[in-house]
């Protein structure tokens, strides 16, 4: 069974950087997107971003132009590259891949504290 593992999580300062990785234990051939999620306490879980197998990109509006996602399909590796960070992006985000079949896998999350 395949497994996504995640890192780079952490504690950052507002206005701060951060990058997670996400990686899957095996080659899934068929992706159709991969993405980010993450959930706050007391709420939950939202889309941050998505990209589709020929690189189409979405963003949720709380995080346009701050964050960056890329992926890489021969990996199966997704990246959330974060930039000016807020208290308000403190959650602990999730990546999902998600086949053309339709079957999903999740990560573990990974936690991001935005603090001063």
């Known amino acids: 069974q395949v497994q996504l593992v995640e890192s780079g999580g952490g504690l950052v300062q507002p206005g701060g950087s951060l990058r997670l990785s996400c990686t899957a234990s095996?080659?899934?051939?068929?992706?159709?997107?991969m993405g980010w999620y993450r959930q706050a306490p007391g709420k939950g879980r939202e889309l941050v971003a998505s990209i589709t197998s020929d690189g189409t990109t979405n963003y949720a509006d709380s995080v346009k132009g701050r964050f960056t996602i890329s992926g890489d399909n021969a990996k199966t590796a997704v990246y959330l590259q974060m930039d000016s960070l807020k208290a308000e992006d403190t959650a602990v985000y999730f990546c999902?891949?998600?086949?053309?079949?339709?079957?999903?896998?999740w990560g573990q999350g990974t936690q991001v504290t935005v603090s001063s």
């Open positions: 095996g080659r899934i051939f068929d992706v159709s997107v």
């Open positions: 999902r891949v998600v086949r053309m079949t339709g079957f999903a896998y």
